[in-house]
């Protein structure tokens, strides 16, 4: 991997201190570890930078002019991150953020009080709605999506995977019976929602190939979570992502069925709007939430 500007640093170190010795006990390391760090430069570069004798190390020329700029392009970086975590600390304003029902409660959520712990200045506007929302009409700056992207002129950071998952409670299963073909569904109260197509549908694992199933059952509802509940209660068979039930999988709350058929996988992205100039809260939340979201998801 390419380390420049860690080379950099140890060069000026043994340079301000005079000695290999010396520069390895400020920067904790072994005065043999700093020797082969300036020799791999010295090689990489194709010239010489220390004169050595048993008394004391002397730039070169050329051990002169990268030292110069070595010390000036440090400076510089350090003034970069500075000016970053300063912006980061500085920024304040509200950010107005759509997700779906489980993804904002289970994901967002939780994450937010360690947020205004490092941003106090930053207010959270969060509407919770699984319907997808423009962004421009609605005044939205992020918006949290699960499935795939239509072309539009959207930035986009990537969280994960959502993996489709069809589950019932124990007590469905015990009165109906556990379903043990795609055909079988049709004997079955499947839990679904109003905001997809005319006739809601599943995507099903046959033969090789996906194909949508069409289904019937007593609740049509616009989130997730009204469906999770119906199907804690027993009412009938849900379709949800992994990050909504594996919780109540792993307790035995609900059963996963069909798993050959009916595993199928969208990708969650973080959405928002601008070009070069994304403002500072944006940029802030962003660059907190996204690492955290994505841990989220990597533990379903």
Not at 97 to 120: C, K, Q, R
Request: hydrophobic residues 40%.
């Amino acid at each position: 991997m390419d380390n420049r500007a860690g080379e950099m640093q140890v060069f000026v170190r043994v340079v301000d201190a005079g000695s290999f010795s010396q520069a390895a006990r400020q920067m904790m390391m072994t005065p043999s570890t700093v020797s082969k760090l300036i020799v791999r430069l010295e090689l990489r570069l194709g010239i010489r930078l220390l004169e050595r004798s048993t008394r004391k190390l002397s730039l070169t020329d050329e051990g002169r002019i990268y030292y110069e700029r070595s010390n000036a392009l440090l400076a510089e970086l350090d003034d970069v991150e500075r000016a970053l975590t300063q912006g980061a600390q500085k920024a304040r304003g509200v950010v107005r953020i759509n997700a779906s029902v489980a993804f904002g409660t289970l994901g967002i959520e939780p994450n937010l009080p360690a947020f205004w712990e490092a941003h106090p200045n930053i207010q959270i506007n969060l509407s919770l709605s699984d319907d997808l929302v423009d962004l421009y009409l609605d005044r939205t700056d992020i918006a949290f999506r699960v499935g795939a992207l239509s072309d539009s002129t959207l930035r986009a950071r990537r969280i994960g995977v959502a993996r489709r998952k069809m589950v019932a409670s124990p007590l469905y299963l015990s009165k109906y019976g556990m379903p043990e073909t795609i055909e079988s569904l049709t004997e079955h109260n499947c839990l679904s929602f109003n905001f997809q197509r005319l006739n809601p549908v599943w995507p099903m694992h046959q033969s090789g190939r996906i194909i949508d199933r069409i289904v019937q059952g007593s609740l049509q509802a616009n989130n997730g979570e009204t469906v999770r509940r119906m199907a804690l209660a027993g009412v009938g068979i849900a379709r949800l992502a992994d990050f909504h039930i594996d919780e109540d999988i792993a307790a035995g709350h609900l059963v996963e069925v069909l798993a050959h058929a009916g595993h199928d996988s969208e990708e969650v992205h973080a959405l928002y709007q601008g070009g070069q100039n994304v403002p500072q809260r944006i940029r802030t939340f962003l660059d907190f939430m996204v690492p955290r979201l994505q841990s989220f998801m990597d533990r379903t």
